[in-house]
């Protein structure tokens, strides 16, 4: 497993970004498929991006355009850069890692405490 930190969450108005890291420490980094999810209260935990060992990203259509995953795997670090934040994006937001084939659905093993995210109209 890897240990996963998230930061860079805070409180924004509409319209505005930010970039959320997670930097990862005990194994290779690069070797994994890398997400990010966010959860609501509420509401089910939903996947918002992922980037497999090649560097092949994914989203779903709801964060499509305004939402960028990367990483930089000498700093063993992972990015969400987060533009035209709106209301809805509000949710507190975890990266997650799996040694395994990169979808929103794989058992992922390894979590994050998560970081939040506040978004004010």
């Known amino acids: 497993q890897v240990q996963l930190v998230e930061s860079g969450g805070g409180s924004v108005q509409a319209g505005g970004s930010l970039t959320l890291s997670c930097t990862a420490s005990?194994?290779?980094?690069?070797?994994?498929?890398m997400a990010w999810f966010r959860q609501a209260p509420g509401m089910e935990r939903e996947g918002v991006a992922h980037?497999?060992?090649?560097?092949?990203?994914r989203y779903p259509d709801s964060v499509k355009g305004r939402f960028t995953i990367s990483k930089d795997s000498p700093k063993n670090t992972l990015y969400l850069q987060i533009n035209s934040l709106k209301p809805e994006d509000s949710a507190m937001y975890y990266c997650?890692?799996?040694?395994?084939?990169?979808?929103?659905?794989?058992?992922?093993?390894?979590w994050g405490q998560g970081t939040q995210v506040t978004v004010s109209s």
């Open positions: 997650a890692a799996v040694p395994a084939t990169c979808t929103f659905g794989t058992p992922y093993n390894s």
């Open positions: 005990g194994s290779t980094f690069s070797r994994y498929c």
């Open positions: 980037i497999d060992s090649n560097g092949n990203k």
